[in-house]
């Protein structure tokens, strides 16, 4: 294969209901989406940088300047043979793995469209329905988070993951095993506590939570193999995965006994079939993260979430909890038992993006070709 054409745009999609995590409230989706064109066909990929380096180091800003000063050059008119290739080529870039995930995973897409397979069957996925979990914000006060749960429920997750931070955690998650019982139930810390909190989180081990993700920060590993053996909960890795390097060592030294795999967070499909792989083989359950992705990113991790070490259910949220109208047609919607359908039956990622929506919704465009 072989991209001439890359397309950059910075959309701004504002949410249904602000989402708010340890490091802050947003109200709107500042995000690039990539369309890569060559072999007489088109990909399209989602970046999940934000606007903010709060999740990461990366921006939408430090994106730009990385894909078209650095990973064009060494993309553009390159001959491949298959798109796994492109993550080794783009090595002499350090870090940058959300800039590097778009490209790849828009190069698959394009890849899959010209093998006419669904990305899925091109990923190596083996199953057609994934099971979904949300991901419910910090709210204004405990009863509204309660209200929200009751909500998520009835709408048919499969699991309620709720984000904590100091002063927003046990009393949260008592009130919710109180007002609903022995629901699927998992927290996301995003970072928020130290290692010096190992007996506030201890407090955590009687609500027999499936796992705690991310407590500790962002780069670490060693601090999360001492709290493993202070607490009884699992805890699931996510922002401290960039690398499947880091992952064989996190595991090797038992820092997490779950792994959250963000294709976007860790360079692309290349690098997550590696950690899902190396996952299986030492029987780490896996499960795919999600980063408020427009209905692109989106048919991205429905189709990685389709590989079979993906066992426990991914925040993969139907297009309308995020958005009053998705980028993509057809939207992307959750059955009433919590399961989204993934596309078997078209080439590519299996939506279309709706042109004249991103059009409307595009602050910045750039075009790069040989
Ligand atoms: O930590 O998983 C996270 C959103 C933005 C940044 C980080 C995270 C999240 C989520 C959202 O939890 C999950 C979703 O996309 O539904
Ligand atoms: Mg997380």
Partial sequence: MKIDRLELRLLKLPLVHFFETSFGRIYDKHFVLIRVEGDGAAGWGECVAEQDPYYSSETN??????????????????????????????????????????????????????????????????????????????????????????????????????????????????????????????????????????????????????????????????????????????????????????????????????????????????????IHDFCESQGIPVWCGGMLESGVGRAHNVALASLPNFTLPGDLSPSARYWERDIVVPEWTMAADGMVDVPLHAPGIGVEVDVGRIDDLTVRREVLSL
Avoid at 87 to 100: D, F, Q, S
Avoid at 133 to 147: E, F, K, P, Y
Avoid at 196 to 206: C, G, P
């Fill in 61 to 274: 800003e430090t994106v730009w300047h990385i894909v078209t000063e650095f990973i064009a050059p060494r993309v553009l008119g390159t001959s491949f043979s298959h798109p796994r290739e492109i993550y080794a080529a783009l090595k002499p870039i350090r870090g940058h793995n959300m800039a590097k995930a778009a490209i790849e995973m828009a190069a698959w897409d394009l890849y899959a469209r010209v093998c006419r397979q669904p990305l899925s069957t091109a990923l190596g996925g083996s199953r057609g329905r994934i099971a979904s979990g949300v991901s419910v914000g910090i709210q204004d006060s405990l009863d509204q988070l309660g209200d929200k749960i009751e909500r998520e429920l009835a709408a048919g997750y499969r699991r309620i993951k709720v984000k904590i931070k100091p002063g927003w955690d046990i009393d949260a998650v008592e009130m919710i095993r109180s007002r609903f019982g022995p629901i699927p139930l998992m927290v996301d810390a995003n970072a928020a506590y130290t290692a010096a909190d190992a007996l506030h989180l201890a407090q955590l081990d009687r609500f027999d939570l499936m796992m705690i993700e991310q407590p500790l920060e962002y780069d670490d590993v060693m601090d999360h193999v001492q709290l493993q053996k202070e607490i009884a909960t699992p805890i699931c890795l996510d922002e401290s995965i960039h690398t499947g390097d880091i992952a064989r060592d996190a595991i090797a030294a038992k820092a997490c006994r779950i792994i959250n795999i963000k294709p976007g967070r860790v360079g692309g499909f290349s690098q997550a079939i590696a």
